[in-house]
């Protein structure tokens, strides 16, 4: 059978068989599949040899290039020993030197690792964990949460509940427990000769008055640190964490910082909670956390967090759990993708990356169809002046044409390439997304 032949098959196959993620899939009639079957650095290859630079890390996962050669390496010894046990009442070797390792990146503050599977069940733990902690600690009333406007935490129940992107939550209202939403930072916000400090300020205002009135009824301040992704690659100034910080603390509210976009130096540090100098209560981690290899989440916390659980009372403990909850080969992966942080020195080699992409963006950064040209750490993102409803299709489609996986949110196109991009493949990647700018029709 041709190689075409059967890639046409297996997208039949795939549209009857699979329900692809967060996609309409009726709009697949016209938008095809893509069948990958093999990927290598930056690069995914589909079934009839066509290749496309994964410029946004498959949905923000990938750190090091797609089957890099020491993950893999580390997964096949890992195969050959443990491929999983249960994590309540055992223990292994992968998950401990995971967490102790993870603690140290922390400066051992945060120095309890809950486990799961996947970002949303990040932060599912950290909202029951507050609320419990709360109540352990005699303040019951503490049941409420409070995230910034444009908010993503994941689309489970209750990180539904703390998201604020109407087009995933709308629908689900009914089912989803109420929570409130403070002004959020996002520089573009800014009035005319407002700097993004200045902004920052002001909402951290927002956010204090909140308090105010309600912290007695509240248990956590949930916030992505530095840049809010799903709503749009959203950028604010570091002081806005710490005076959020000095906040949290002022009320008795804790502060829940969500890096499952943002961590493993995809903000420039290793997370972005230290750009601010200051210590969450909750740190949730997943995607990169693996290298994009495996489904892993975990949530870290304070000792006094940790202490207000432990207890002869059976009932005062955390008595949550994932069949998955530290599985060996995620854990695996993970000291891999730590080892390969720490043996090639990358948030250093980062910044050198970072100039060189800017540098290579100047020309969309001037297009005169894009706007509000950003960039934190290894995130570049850019709104396009376009009057098309179904703008993010039309140029995903025409991205793939020109070997690109651009996955723009809206009118907001993004990069948020692997670690390992090359110059050339950065020149290709700046000079054909300029192009696509220059193709698009005239509004
Ligand atoms: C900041 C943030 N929190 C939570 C999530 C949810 O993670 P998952 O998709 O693994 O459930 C995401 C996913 O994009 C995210 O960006």
Same mark, same amino acid.
């Given at each position: 059978?041709?190689?075409?032949?059967?890639?046409?098959?297996?997208?039949?196959?795939?549209?009857? #068989?699979?329900?692809? *993620?967060?996609?309409?899939?009726?709009?697949?009639?016209?938008?095809?599949? @893509?069948?990958?079957?093999?990927?290598?650095?930056?690069?995914?290859?589909?079934?009839?040899?066509?290749?496309?630079?994964?410029?946004?890390?498959?949905?923000?996962?990938?750190?090091?290039?797609?089957?890099?050669?020491?993950?893999?390496?580390?997964?096949?010894?890992?195969?050959?020993?443990?491929?999983?046990?249960?994590?309540?009442?055992?223990?292994?070797? *992968?998950?401990?030197?995971?967490?102790?390792?993870?603690?140290?990146?922390?400066?051992?503050?945060?120095?309890?690792?809950?486990?799961?599977?996947?970002?949303?069940?990040?932060?599912?733990?950290?909202?029951?964990?507050?609320?419990?902690?709360?109540?352990?600690?005699?303040? *019951?009333?503490?049941?409420?949460?409070?995230?910034?406007?444009?908010?993503?935490?994941?689309?489970?129940?209750?990180?539904?509940? @703390?998201?604020?992107?109407?087009?995933?939550?709308?629908?689900?209202?009914?089912?989803?427990?109420?929570?409130?939403?403070?002004?959020?930072?996002?520089?573009?916000?800014?009035?005319?000769?407002?700097?993004?400090?200045?902004?920052?300020?002001?909402?951290?205002?927002?956010?204090?008055?909140?308090?105010?009135?309600?912290?007695?009824?509240?248990?956590?301040?949930?916030?992505? *640190?530095?840049?809010?992704?799903?709503?749009?690659?959203?950028?604010?100034?570091?002081?806005?964490?710490?005076?959020?910080?000095?906040?949290?603390?002022?009320?008795?509210?804790?502060?829940?910082?969500?890096?499952?976009?943002?961590?493993?130096?995809?903000?420039?540090?290793?997370?972005?909670? #230290?750009?601010?100098?200051?210590?969450?209560?909750?740190?949730?981690?997943?995607?990169?956390?693996?290298?994009?290899?495996?489904?892993?989440?975990? @949530?870290?916390?304070?000792?006094?967090?940790?202490?207000?659980?432990?207890?002869?009372?059976?009932?005062?403990?955390?008595?949550?759990?994932?069949?998955?909850?530290?599985?060996?080969?995620?854990?695996?992966?993970?000291?891999?993708?730590?080892?390969?942080?720490?043996?090639?020195?990358?948030?250093?080699?980062?910044?050198?990356?970072?100039?060189?992409?800017?540098?290579?963006?100047?020309?969309?950064?001037?297009?005169?169809?894009?706007?509000?040209?950003?960039?934190?750490?290894?995130?570049?993102?850019?709104?396009?002046?376009?009057?098309?409803?179904?703008?993010?299709?039309?140029?995903?489609?025409?991205?793939?044409?020109?070997?690109?996986?651009?996955?723009?949110?809206?009118?907001?196109?993004?990069?948020?390439?692997?670690? @390992?991009?090359?110059?050339?493949?950065?020149?290709?990647?700046?000079?054909?997304?300029? #192009?696509?700018?220059?193709?698009?029709?005239?509004?």
């Amino acid at each position: 059978m041709q190689t075409s032949t059967r890639s046409s098959l297996l997208l039949k196959r795939s549209l009857a #068989a699979v329900w692809h *993620p967060c996609t309409q899939m009726k709009q697949h009639e016209w938008l095809p599949l @893509v069948p990958v079957v093999r990927g290598a650095g930056c690069w995914l290859y589909d079934a009839d040899g066509r290749r496309y630079l994964d410029a946004i890390s498959s949905w923000w996962v990938n750190l090091f290039g797609h089957c890099h050669p020491r993950i893999n390496a580390a997964l096949v010894d890992q195969l050959g020993k443990l491929e999983h046990v249960l994590l309540a009442g055992f223990s292994h070797e *992968p998950v401990v030197e995971l967490s102790e390792r993870l603690s140290s990146a922390t400066g051992r503050a945060l120095g309890h690792c809950f486990y799961a599977s996947d970002g949303a069940s990040a932060i599912e733990i950290a909202l029951k964990m507050s609320f419990h902690y709360w109540r352990n600690r005699g303040s *019951p009333a503490k049941t409420r949460f409070v995230s910034l406007a444009g908010s993503y935490h994941g689309e489970t129940l209750g990180a539904l509940a @703390v998201t604020d992107v109407r087009l995933f939550k709308d629908v689900y209202a009914p089912l989803v427990m109420a929570s409130s939403q403070v002004a959020s930072p996002d520089w573009r916000l800014a009035e005319k000769g407002e700097s993004a400090y200045d902004y920052a300020v002001r909402c951290a205002g927002a956010l204090e008055r909140h308090l105010e009135r309600h912290h007695a009824e509240t248990a956590a301040f949930i916030v992505e *640190p530095l840049v809010q992704g799903a709503s749009g690659m959203a950028m604010h100034d570091a002081e806005y964490l710490r005076r959020a910080r000095r906040i949290c603390d002022r009320y008795g509210v804790h502060l829940i910082a969500d890096e499952i976009m943002t961590g493993f130096g995809r903000t420039g540090t290793f997370f972005a909670f #230290a750009e601010a100098g200051i210590t969450p209560d909750f740190l949730c981690l997943s995607k990169g956390i693996t290298g994009g290899y495996l489904p892993l989440s975990v @949530v870290m916390t304070r000792d006094a967090v940790y202490q207000a659980f432990y207890d002869d009372d059976v009932t005062r403990g955390f008595l949550h759990s994932h069949s998955y909850s530290g599985n060996t080969l995620a854990c695996r992966a993970a000291l891999a993708t730590l080892d390969l942080f720490e043996g090639e020195r990358v948030i250093e080699a980062n910044r050198v990356r970072r100039s060189c992409i800017t540098a290579a963006a100047r020309p969309i950064a001037q297009h005169p169809r894009a706007r509000n040209f950003r960039n934190t750490g290894m995130i570049w993102a850019f709104e396009v002046e376009t009057a098309d409803p179904s703008f993010a299709r039309h140029f995903f489609a025409a991205a793939l044409e020109q070997e690109l996986l651009l996955r723009p949110l809206g009118n907001t196109v993004y990069f948020m390439p692997p670690y @390992v991009i090359r110059e050339d493949e950065i020149e290709l990647l700046a000079a054909r997304t300029a #192009a696509l700018l220059d193709a698009l029709p005239p509004d």
